[in-house]
């Protein structure tokens, strides 16, 4: 029994194709990724109206909670990258612009369920006193938005900006505590030891360093908590703008602690030999004026190696079918 081949179709050589003309009357424009969308019609143009009303509501709404979150980055060091949680949140929408599934009909049950778990959301913090729920229930609220304007296909393609906004809200009084406590003790112990083996008579007492006649105070506010935060943040623009698979973005977020305890470290240890070698005036202006976006800068080329060790490690091969090259040679 002979095998079949397989059939091909072959177009003749100097005849054009003749142009096939729609005679449809819906005028139509191709989207970002080739396809093509009906502009807005009348209900379409009433459905976004509808859904810059609710924007608009729901900026009325939390005007008072942003203003207060807005004022704990002036105030709080640690927070201060809030700043650029939006910006970032909308490039990551234009980055991914090319996959944007259009505006659609609202999903109304999704859209209705999520702005009534933000409402619930804002009245359980407000009746058992947890005011930092009223912070997180603004994502639930964006989320509730966008389903209510362009549909669930046009939600989930936002998600991941959506959930990026979750590091512009300030960590709960209880949660940030537990935290920085643990991270001063460690970064006190790791740069007094970091001291000790570069030869200086460092000894540490609490959360404390006795550096010959100096005292090096490891504060809160050097805890690391801010690296940490944001190097958590670098993790998860990059899990979602470069595809990855699974475990590797589980190594990516894995690295965020090393990288971020060993970068305060470095801090706190360059301050004390600052106060061994130079003037405390000098010390002083490194810890509290530029020591933070230094360490920041160092923290983002640690893992950049990390991602630039990964590539090394893990390598991309495209499975090529010999005979389907031959035949596409042949045509």
Partial sequence: MSKAEPITQRRPVGRRAKPVRSTSARTAVAGPAGAEAQLPSGAGQLQLLAGGLALAAGLWAYWPTLLEIVRTWNREPDY????????????????RRDSFPGVAAPAYVLGLGL???????????????????????????VAATVALIGGGRLLWWALPSIGFLFFMIPLPFG????????????ATRLSCFALQVLGQPAFAEGNSILLGDQKLEVEQACSGLRLFMSMIAVAYGYAVLVRRSWWERGLLFLAVVPVAIFSNVTRITVTGLLYQFATGQWAHWFAHESAGYAMIVLAMCLFGMVLWHLSLLIREEEVVEMSA??????L
């Fill in 115 to 141: 702005l009534a778990a933000s409402v619930a959301a804002r009245y359980f913090g407000a009746r058992f006193y947890m005011e930092f729920i009223d912070g997180y229930s603004i994502i639930l609220w």
């Fill in 80 to 95: 201060s990258h809030g700043f650029l949680v939006v910006p970032l949140a909308l490039a990551f929408l234009w980055i």
């Fill in 175 to 186: 949660i940030e505590t537990a935290m920085s406590y643990p991270l001063q003790q460690l």
């Fill in 325 to 330: 090259l031959v035949r596409d040679a042949r």
